[in-house]
């Protein structure tokens, strides 16, 4: 009497495990021997998995041993006493692949003994071979997808880009048996989908990535449901050997769909504040020639009874500011456009001096004159304050131009000894 398989399961998948499953898109070759069967379930919260079976009932022969034939994989059995009264000894058979040469259905050093360094061996009587054992008639392999759907920064404020991203890792489990083998092959993302759930989507090829990373900008406050969908297409296929060793293969097609998402909570932006630049007025006085613009001041001396003439410049000590919210997100360049003196008509003869009020282009030199000295008060010279009014040209990073009207003033002092013009 032929004695039973002695099984032992390995990630590796030696042994045919018939999952219980259900879902759809199933389809089978017909009647041909053997049958393979692919069940292709999607799955749009995160999962999917494709299931593949091949059976053959009619007949099946184990893989052949040796190097001598094209199977995808090659079989060396090895006789070993094992001592038991119902097991004197054991076939130990060692599977590898035929493109690499390394063993397939190997167990680790650490595995509880016995441990031949194998998940497959038979218990048999001395006249038996693994050829006589009774054949396995069924061999499975399973694909899992899972995806994964996030946003950066996961709170994003409306107007500024965030970045949504999908990762696609996988499990397969394969069923490389002594008679039957089932593997699941070559599988790809052939497209992406991309709903961002404000209204805007995207259809983007596979390429062969399993990742995916797509800026998108949402206009308004508001949660969206931002959703990626990858479609997966790849091949299942079966190999059957025959009583001489020869394999024969069904290689079938398959599809399926994964999808995940994410919840986009976008916030309102903060109002934008463009503030005023701090800046003051110097001056570069002369009399009776151009003014000296290497160095300017904002007190000078003036000659009385004689008509000075004062070169203007801005001089900004805090240039402007963009807040958003309570941060500074960008600075303003400004410039002085024009002026105005805001002063007491000048002592300068009619038609020589600046007149109050009257607004200046930048470049125009203010004229003025005193015919009087410093008043004293208390003891004290009172210098001459003059005021001006500051057009200032002010223009942001982010494009906004802003005018603005600085007052400022500089100080004159007219001393007693000057002489009158």
């Known amino acids: ?208 990535s399993i990742t995916l990373d797509l800026p998108h900008t949402y206009s308004s406050a508001g949660n969206f449901d931002a959703r990626v969908v990858a479609s997966i297409t790849g091949h299942a296929q079966a190999a059957r050997y025959d009583r001489y060793g020869d394999v024969s293969l069904i290689r079938q097609p398959f599809s399926v769909e994964i999808g995940n998402d994410t919840l986009a909570t976008t916030s309102a932006r903060p109002a934008r504040t463009y503030l005023p630049p701090q800046a003051e007025v110097r001056v570069s006085p002369a009399i009776d020639a151009l003014p000296d613009l290497t160095a300017s001041f904002r007190h000078v001396e003036a000659m ?18 963009i807040r958003s919210g309570t941060g500074r997100v960008g600075t303003g360049s400004s410039r002085l456009i024009r002026w105005r003196y805001d002063g007491p008509a000048s002592e300068a003869p009619s038609g020589s001096g600046t007149i109050p009020g009257h607004l200046q282009e930048a470049g125009a030199p203010l004229r003025l004159q005193w015919n009087e000295p410093d008043r004293i008060s208390a003891k004290q010279l009172q210098d001459y304050v003059i005021p001006l009014t500051l057009y200032v040209e002010t223009r942001f990073q982010d494009g906004h131009v802003a005018q603005y009207f600085l007052h400022s003033t500089f100080s004159v002092t007219v001393d007693f000894a000057a002489q009158s013009g």
């Not at 041993?65 to 079989?75: E, F």
């Not at 009385?304 to 500011?321: C, D, M, N």
């Open 1 to 208: 009497m032929i004695r039973p398989f002695l099984r032992r399961f390995a990630a590796v998948g030696l042994t045919a495990v018939l999952l219980a499953v259900s879902g759809a898109n199933g389809h089978s070759s017909g009647n041909v021997a053997p049958a393979v069967t692919i069940v292709a379930t999607p799955g749009y919260a995160g999962h999917a998995f494709v299931y593949a079976q091949v059976d053959d009932s009619s007949s099946s022969y184990p893989a052949p041993s040796g190097l001598g034939h094209q199977s995808p994989y090659y079989a060396t059995w090895t006789r070993q006493p094992f001592g038991a009264s119902t097991c004197p000894w054991i076939w130990v058979v060692y599977v590898f692949n035929r493109s690499t040469n390394q063993q397939v259905n190997a167990l680790p050093p650490s595995a509880p003994q016995p441990n031949f360094g194998t998940t497959t061996w038979f218990c048999a009587s001395p006249s038996a071979t693994p050829v006589e054992e009774a054949p396995v008639t069924e061999a499975s392999a399973r694909l899992d997808l899972d995806l994964r759907v996030a946003l950066s920064p996961s709170r994003p404020i409306a107007g500024t880009a965030a970045l949504l991203s999908a990762r696609l890792t996988a499990s397969l489990t394969q069923d490389l048996n002594l008679y039957l083998n089932m593997a699941i092959l070559d599988w790809s993302v052939s497209s992406w989908s991309v709903d961002f759930g404000d209204g805007s989507s995207a259809a983007l090829p596979g390429r062969g």
């Open 304 to 321: 009385r009874g004689a008509l000075t003439t004062f070169s203007l410049q801005l001089i900004v000590i805090r240039e402007a500011e």
